[in-house]
């Protein structure tokens, strides 16, 4: 069944972030079903657009396109291409550790 989902934050007054203008633009690498769907919905609700993938060499692919992101969520124990090593490709692509900061 689909999970019932709380409206954004910006349908209230405000966010969780305070009165932030912008949105950031979040990349996510995570595997699990259940999490993804639960990441996406707290990146909407907090006001924020993200893109999740289910693993690290398609994470990797997205960066290679050309796509801008504020921030990578990195999950550490991806199959195929683990958290670590998509890490180390990201930076091989965009070595300004300031433009694109991962979490993981």
Do not use: F, W
């Amino acid at each position: 069944t689909k999970p019932d989902l709380l409206p954004p934050l910006a349908a209230h007054n405000g966010s969780a972030m305070g009165n932030h203008p912008s949105s950031l633009r979040i990349l996510v690498g995570e595997d699990n079903p259940v999490n993804r769907l639960v990441i996406q919905a707290i990146i909407e609700r907090l006001g924020h657009r993200g893109k999740v993938i289910p693993d690290g060499a398609r994470l990797v692919a997205e960066l290679e396109t050309g796509a801008v992101y504020d921030l990578v969520l990195m999950d550490c124990n991806m199959p195929g291409l683990d958290g670590y090593e998509a890490s180390m490709r990201i930076r091989e692509l965009i070595t300004d550790r300031d433009l694109l900061p991962i979490v993981a």
